[in-house]
């Protein structure tokens, strides 16, 4: 009886396993092919063995996701901050050997556009999917709780690096990533946002939107980790090389076969301008005739070089940037200076490219190598201002630079001692032939950047130039198609969004191809904008260095422009074709419904502020936060908001005779404040934008053993105003000082909060960076008292 029933249990058993069906394949699949629209691909199920002798039995095939025969390497780099007209291989004054190199046996595109800013259109490159999609309408710091704007990915949106890794594919991402939330970008995570929860198996760089290239603030995954900044010849972007060429060698080793996906994003050169001295000295001279006669010089190099129609004209430059002539000699001095650094940074940037073309070479994969170099995730900046800055911190805390301050400092600009950005004549320069620059998503100087496309194995055509209007989203699909791998209709259960990018691949070898794309809005802070079939309408609705819009939304004045004909955007048909420009405006409305824009916007520096912004802060609100030794590296949007308020510190302590360090600091160099003692003497010194200094200092020493020490701050309200600062010991009084302005905005994107130690660059030269607290820091509470200003 016992026997029958284990009879009927396994015949059942043998049934149940016989009914579980393989993965049912695409009906479009090939016989003997996987189904690589649904994602991961699912193993095949088989059914159980019976045979008891392993010696007897043969094991079923193991299952093993491999990439697509011949599948090409694919390699992404994007410059950031890099106007059309910077680089010499579309006519530029900035020698980049590496482009000119690639495209003399690849492609240019020269009608290829990006969003006009950082974090969208990073986040529509490595999707396929429009910014707004992404909930990426405007930089991650600035997210919103609307929808198109939260810094939120959807999860109908899958990166192409956990396409492709789905796929069989090795994926690394070195240098800039600016597309995990503030919020999530501390220890806390959630890190299904970083890099290596989006894809990529290797992480090497920066969270942020920049960084100071001496002393960045680096992560390996998702580690702090601390480069050699102390060899004097360390530089970010040669060290992020140094890392991509070990893991491609190391992932070349061991599986050659296989191939790998590397998103090479530098944070080059975007500011600080961070140049090493002998690349920027090439330049001395170079830039003496001034910005308006390199943007003519440049037009004419981009017409014999073909990037250009010859029948294009230089667009009108802005009414606010001065004609160089009518400049005063000072003002000359430091902008040609400024001109000089920048271009040595790109020079040098595009020299770490070329090591890694070499490296591709010398492994024989260059070849069989999707290599695509992006010139610019938008267009060069101009957020410098008409004179430029020495610190770029100043125009994220609303406060303006002169001239002077700048003069005083012209032989260190480039060096760590500056944070260092341009004048914003030699972005409209750098954007030639156009008229705007970075964050105008209404014009072609926003968002129109060189593209070089390498393939020798899969792109017969050489040294030659494709007109084809694309965009920024239209690179996934085109490896998708190169790679033979679908774009997922399914991921992890979860149904995708069609893909709303196009291919460019039918562009390869055929220069005269009608364009695949018809239509794509831009909007970018109100800047707002439509293509369609040939035609252009937009709005310039704020310049960069403009505080405040220039109109209400609804009576913005729009332009129109026949791009087929007029390159540079230089004749506007608005006047002449109303009816044209309606259809346009009307078009846009379309394509801002479908795409998540509205509503629109138009706040910049304000929505830093999470409370006015509207997104989430990983205080939520708290007005009390308690830390602890070992809390270090804590970014500025994981850490409680001190800014415009009034404030106390209190740290519990014990301390040795002549105690030193730091007790709790923020921000750096450029920003920032710190609580610390000195030879047993108890200090808190803020800088204010890396401008001013104010120290308080302690009137009598801190004896040894348990202590609790205290800062007090009454604010005197308003935002960036300043306050009195009051120091204690025990809770008596031992010093008291005026602290007359504070920064209203940020400390600086790339610094930290650290408890008993300066990471980074330091907040105060007076003690040594880094420099360890030789007491014992049991805990230290900061208090905000918000209602009390």
Known sequence: MKVSRIKISLFLTLLWFAACESPKPDAKTPAGEVDR???????????????????????????????PDKAPNVVIVLVDDIGFGHSSAFGGPIQMPTLEKLAANGLKYNRFHTTSLCSPTRTALLTGYNHHSNNAGAIMEVATAFPGNTGIRPQTITPIAEVLRLNGYSTAAFGKY??????????????????????????????????????PMVYDGVTRVYPNIDDPNYHFTNDMTDQALAWMNTQQSLTPDKPFYMYFATGATH??????????????????????????????RQKALGVVPESTVLAPKPADIKDWDNLSADEKRLFERQMEIFAGFAEHTDAQIGRLVAALEERGELDNTLFIYIVGDNGSSAEGGMIGMFNENTYFNAVQETLDMQLSRIEQLGTEHTYNHFAAGWAVAGNAPFTWTKQVASNFGGTRNGMVMHWPAGIQSKNEVRSQFHHVIDVAPTIYEAATIPAPNVVNGIEQRPMEGVSMKYSFDNATALDARKTQYFEMIGNRAIYHEGWFAGTVHKAPWEMQPRRPLAEDVWELYNINEDFSQANNLADKNPEKLDELKRKFMEEAVRYNVLPIDDRSIERL???????????????????????????????????????SITAEVDVPANASGVILCQGGDFGGWSFYMLDGKLFYTYNWVGLELYSIAATQKVTPGKHTLTFDFAYEGGRGAGGTGTLSLDGNKIGEGKIDKTNSNTFGIDESADVGTDENTPVFLGYARKEKFTGKINKVTVETFPGKN
């Open 271 to 300: 500011a600080p301008h961070h140049a090493p001295k002998e690349y920027s000295d090439k330049y001395k001279g170079k830039f003496a005739q001034g910005w308006d006669k390199v943007r003519e010089e440049t037009l004419a």
């Open 178 to 215: 600016h597309e995990t939330p503030p919020w999530e970008a501390s220890v806390s995570g959630p890190y299904n946002r970083w890099p290596t929860g989006s894809g990529f198996d290797k992480f090497y760089g920066f969270i942020g939107g920049e960084t100071n290239q001496w002393h």
């Open 609 to 647: 502020d999470p409370a006015i912004a509207g997104r989430p802060d990983l205080m939520n609100g708290k007005t009390k936060l308690t830390l602890y030794e070992g809390a270090t590296g804590i970014p500025e949007n994981a850490f409680i908001n001190i800014k415009n308020t009034s404030l």
């Open 37 to 67: 629209s649904i994602l991961p691909i699912k193993e095949p199920s088989y059914p159980p063995i019976t045979e008891l002798d392993a010696r007897n039995s043969t094991p079923p095939p193991r299952f093993e996701v491999k990439a």
